[in-house]
């Protein structure tokens, strides 16, 4: 009777049936280190399939015009335009700091004259009726108005002078043969500005010419 369950690894295995490797590095038996199995050999064809790039590859950088005169060109002028805009940017930068902090500037100070306006004109009305002529509080006044001087302030406004409705504020009209244009013929109230800004308009008695 034959047997019909050869030796594992004879001629006679079936196709179908699992088959072990004993991948340990040492050897159960003799106890000796096993030699590592040689790698298999990549198949034709495939070969630099998954190669990485060298690393001598020309790299896509500035350097790459170096030796091209036109490209050194090129980059030279791309370089110089972005620094031309980086200057302008710059410039417009400081211009636009430089009005933004004037603009503060007077702005305090008309906000400044507006809170003032009932002291200087009391100092006025003082002055005119002669009380200004000396004493501590002539000196005070003084000093008052050179320090707002010292900021752009100025008092406008005086007989005699042509009316300008920009400055002038009329609060009472007359008729005259002695002004060939309308006129400023009594000041009620002095004008006040702060550079070019009007902070209020002199308030005036204007003479038109008669009818």
């Given at each position: ?106 702005q305090t ?70 002004v060939t ?30 009818a």
């Open positions: 009777m034959t047997d019909q369950h050869q030796a594992p690894g004879g001629s006679g295995d079936e196709p179908d049936r699992p088959r072990f490797t004993d991948k340990r590095r040492i050897d159960p038996e003799t106890g000796a280190v096993r030699e590592a199995p040689a790698a298999p050999a990549e198949e034709p064809g495939h070969a630099g399939r998954h190669a990485a790039p060298a690393d001598d590859a020309p790299a896509q950088t500035d350097d790459a015009v170096a030796g091209d005169p036109s490209g050194a060109e090129a980059l030279a002028a791309e370089r110089l335009a972005d620094l031309q805009r980086l200057q302008a940017e710059y410039v417009n930068y400081r211009k636009r700091v430089d009005r933004d902090r004037l603009v503060a500037r007077d100070v008309v906000a400044m004259i507006e809170a003032l306006l009932g002291v200087l004109d009391d100092v006025e009305l003082a002055r005119q009726h002669g009380e200004l002529a000396d004493g501590p509080f002539a000196s005070i006044a003084e000093k008052l108005e050179t320090t707002l001087g010292r900021f752009g302030w100025e008092r406008f406004g005086a007989t005699g002078e042509a009316f300008d409705p920009t400055v002038h504020e009329a609060l009472m009209h007359a008729h005259s043969d002695d244009e309308p006129t400023v013929v009594q000041v009620l109230q002095p004008g006040h500005r702060v550079g070019d800004r009007v902070v209020r308009a002199a308030r005036v008695a204007v003479a038109e010419p008669g």
